[in-house]
């Protein structure tokens, strides 16, 4: 394969992790972010082990000068982008009478407000791979509850409906030059994000990290006329 370059947000456990992995081993070169250092760092000991090139940046993705740094190092170390993984997320449960705006504000920040940027520090590197050779890839992580409304979860579920849409859009405007968007929908995936409801449903009963990252190597093996505008992943028993 011909150089190819990656940025993974969120890359530092989960759903990030496996498909950072899984892209280091198909022969990209990858910038993964995340929130906190020491965990980012283990995340990317581990990845280089695999004989995989990584290069970390850590920040919180709320804030947009973090953003810049990510993309910015990225185009000073590999030159080019051809698959953007806009996965970082965060869920915070309340109800609507106790909706806190800080908490409000950092789920739309992370989860939508940070996906739109990164489009926008990245498109010139991903027109160029799209002229290069039609399959420059955006993956963002949306989630099944941003399929069906969320007691509890409802800001997180409208950030995630919004990703979707705002996926819909980016193929409309961005696919004539061969750049790709997908969201992905997943119910529960084994991850740390998970932990909270451990107690009701075993890990083995939920998804796997390692099924998005396949899930991405698809879209990845897919012709430059085949759009995939979203992908769900349930359970049995879980409601389509
Ligand atoms: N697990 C599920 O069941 C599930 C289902 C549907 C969708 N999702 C979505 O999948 C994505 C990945 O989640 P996961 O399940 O893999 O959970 P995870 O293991 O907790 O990973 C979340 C990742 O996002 C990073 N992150 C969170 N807030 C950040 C911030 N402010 N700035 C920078 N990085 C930040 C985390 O870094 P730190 O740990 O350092 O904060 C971590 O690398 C999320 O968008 C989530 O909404 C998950």
């Not at 993705?61 to 965060?90: C, P, S």
């Not at 955006?138 to 919004?162: E, M, P, R």
């Not at 998970?194 to 083995?204: A, H, I, L, R, Y």
């Given at each position: 394969?011909?150089?190819r370059?990656?940025?993974?947000?969120?890359?530092s456990?989960g759903?990030?992790?496996?498909v950072?992995?899984?892209?280091?081993?198909?022969?990209?070169?990858?910038?993964v972010?995340?929130?906190?250092?020491?965990?980012?760092?283990?995340?990317?000991?581990?990845?280089?082990?695999?004989?995989?090139?990584v290069?970390e940046?850590?920040?919180?993705?709320a804030?947009?000068?973090?953003i810049?740094?990510?993309?910015?190092?990225?185009?000073?170390r590999y030159g080019?982008?051809?698959?953007?993984?806009?996965n970082?997320g965060?869920?915070?449960?309340?109800?609507?009478?106790?909706?806190?705006?800080?908490k409000?504000?950092i789920?739309?920040?992370?989860?939508?407000?940070?996906i739109?940027l990164f489009?926008?520090?990245?498109?010139?590197?991903?027109?160029?791979?799209?002229a290069?050779?039609?399959k420059a890839l955006?993956?963002?992580?949306?989630?099944i509850?941003?399929?069906?409304?969320?007691?509890?979860?409802?800001?997180?579920?409208a950030?995630?409906?919004?990703?979707?849409?705002?996926?819909?859009?980016?193929?409309?405007e961005?696919a004539?030059?061969?750049i790709?968007?997908?969201?992905?929908?997943?119910?529960?995936?084994?991850?740390?994000?998970?932990?909270?409801?451990?107690?009701?449903?075993?890990?083995e009963?939920?998804i796997?990290p390692?099924?998005?990252?396949e899930?991405?190597?698809?879209l990845?093996?897919v012709?430059?006329?085949?759009?995939?505008?979203?992908?769900?992943f349930?359970r049995?028993?879980?409601?389509?």
């Amino acid at each position: 394969m011909a150089e190819r370059a990656a940025i993974v947000t969120g890359g530092s456990s989960g759903i990030g992790l496996a498909v950072a992995r899984m892209l280091g081993t198909q022969g990209y070169k990858l910038t993964v972010a995340a929130r906190r250092p020491e965990k980012l760092q283990g995340a990317v000991e581990g990845l280089r082990a695999d004989g995989i090139e990584v290069a970390e940046v850590a920040g919180n993705l709320a804030d947009e000068e973090t953003i810049k740094r990510v993309v910015a190092d990225h185009r000073d170390r590999y030159g080019r982008l051809d698959v953007l993984v806009n996965n970082a997320g965060i869920g915070i449960g309340a109800a609507v009478g106790e909706t806190e705006t800080k908490k409000l504000d950092i789920q739309l920040d992370v989860n939508l407000r940070s996906i739109i940027l990164f489009y926008r520090e990245c498109l010139e590197m991903l027109r160029a791979a799209g002229a290069d050779h039609r399959k420059a890839l955006v993956v963002n992580t949306a989630s099944i509850a941003g399929k069906h409304g969320q007691a509890w979860l409802a800001i997180y579920s409208a950030t995630k409906h919004a990703v979707i849409g705002y996926t819909a859009s980016m193929n409309h405007e961005l696919a004539q030059e061969g750049i790709k968007s997908c969201a992905l929908c997943p119910a529960y995936v084994d991850t740390p994000m998970t932990d909270f409801v451990k107690g009701q449903v075993s890990p083995e009963e939920m998804i796997q990290p390692e099924d998005i990252a396949e899930a991405v190597r698809f879209l990845l093996s897919v012709s430059p006329q085949c759009i995939v505008p979203e992908i769900m992943f349930i359970r049995p028993g879980d409601a389509l």
